[in-house]
Each structure stands twice: as structure tokens, then as C-alpha cells.
């Protein structure tokens, strides 16, 4: 039996201090919220040290449900707000979601079934 893909999980991992730029773009394009995650980065050890000093990149990641009808257009806004170009360096991909527990009855009174 194939799942058929309902919605798709856009990830966007951006500079410390840009996650709201994503999701202002984000919420222009059509997306109704997100999660924002806090990390840092683990590169190439060469990138760690700058002049001996230990640097660790300061990261945010945005995480949006979105449903195959926004999701082109969430991602455009994204990137062409904080996309690698930009001082947020962002990059935004998606992944398939073929099954949503919790949601389903608030976007698809079909799905009740």
C-alpha cells in the first residue's frame, strides 16, 4: 500500500537571529506558524578555530507543516528573505510527511473518516 504524501516538513536552518525573518516570510506566503530549534553548527574542524579562537556558529532552525499547495511558495519567500546571499545564510529543504496525528481534523473535516 503507497502513503500518498499530505503535507511536507520544511526545514530552514538559519544564523542566530534570523528565525523570525523566516517565519514573517513564511506567514506572507501562507504558512499559519512553525517551531524554532536553537543549536550550533558542527563543520570542518579547519572552520572551528579563527586566529586560535574556538568558534562555534550559533544556528536556528524553523520547522514548518505545509501543505502541498504552500509549500513552493513558503520555500521561495524563505529563501529569497534569508537565503545563503543573505546575512541569515539560510538553507531551506523539504521532506515528505505521508502520516500527521493531532492535525488532520483541523485542516481536512474530511479526514474524520
Known sequence: ?????LYSLIISIVNR??????MDAA???GAKGGTILYGHGAGLREA??????S???????VIILASGET?????????????MDSEGAGITFALPVTNVEGI???TNPEAEN
Do not use: C, W, Y
Open 1 to 5: 500500500m503507497e502513503n500518498k504524501v
Open 17 to 22: 537571529g534570523f528565525s523570525d525573518d523566516v
Open 27 to 29: 506567514r506572507e506566503a
Open 48 to 53: 572551528e578555530t579563527f586566529f586560535g579562537i
Open 55 to 61: 568558534i562555534h556558529p550559533e544556528k536556528e532552525l
Open 71 to 83: 509549500k513552493s511558495a513558503i520555500m521561495q519567500a524563505i529563501v529569497k528573505r534569508v537565503g
Open 104 to 106: 488532520a481534523r483541523l
